[in-house]
């Protein structure tokens, strides 16, 4: 199973990544992630991507993806993986393909969860995070015992900036404009599928497990 996971920021998209890789026994695979492992270990693509980031500048489209069809050849991807985060826009989307197509690699399904933006912005702008330990709550489905206490180690609460609701807007709103138009980029390839994401985990994980079934 190949999939590529879509979504708003606070969909629920790295979530259930996880929950799905941990069900099909196959890597969830953020470029954040591999991004920071190829700058620790000093990797030549590591050190190329660095330079950029030391300087504030977004590490180019063809590096993120070299490093991301490195990834896909590893051992533990043979039976597939689940990009998660990436691509964002339409050129990398090109890009992907391109380099999939150089490996003989087609991609399964691209897994959307659709969430209204108003939804997203109350889930996100109540979340909370101890200062200390980062253990989350979120003020109305996860509080904690003592208000603004952390229940794990007793240290305060926060809002992170870029939970905060004018924040969460404005990376809606980048979404809108780059990320969004990958929607119709795989309907057209008849790979999409689209999930409704307003519900609990449980709810959502059983819709898109059912969804992957059936499209098999």
Do not use: W
Request: proline residues 4%; negative net charge; hydrophobic residues 35%.
């Amino acid at each position: 199973m190949r999939l590529i996971m879509l979504g708003a920021p606070g969909a629920g998209k790295g979530t259930h990544a996880l929950l799905l890789s941990k069900e099909y026994n196959i890597p969830q695979i953020s470029t954040g992630d591999i991004l920071r492992s190829h700058i620790k270990n000093e990797t030549d693509l590591g050190k190329k991507a660095k330079k950029y980031m030391d300087k504030g500048l977004l590490v180019p489209d063809e590096l993120v993806v070299e490093i991301v069809k490195k990834r896909i050849q590893e051992e533990d991807c043979k039976e597939g993986f689940i990009l998660d985060g990436f691509p964002r826009t339409i050129p990398q989307a090109e890009a992907l393909d391109k380099a999939l197509e150089e490996l003989a690699i087609a991609l399964d399904k691209v897994v959307n969860i659709d969430v209204p933006d108003e939804v997203i912005i109350k889930r996100m702008a109540g979340r909370r995070v101890c200062s200390n330990c980062g253990a989350s709550y979120h003020i109305e489905n996860k509080k904690p015992l003592k208000e603004n206490i952390c229940d794990e180690c007793g240290s305060e609460l926060k809002q992170r900036e870029d939970d905060k609701e004018e924040t969460v807007r404005k990376r809606l709103q980048v979404y809108e404009e780059q990320t969004k138009p990958l929607i119709e980029y795989y309907e057209k390839r008849g790979i999409l599928l689209t999930i409704e994401g307003d519900g609990s985990v449980e709810e959502i994980g059983n819709k898109i497990k059912s969804a992957l079934e059936v499209s098999k």
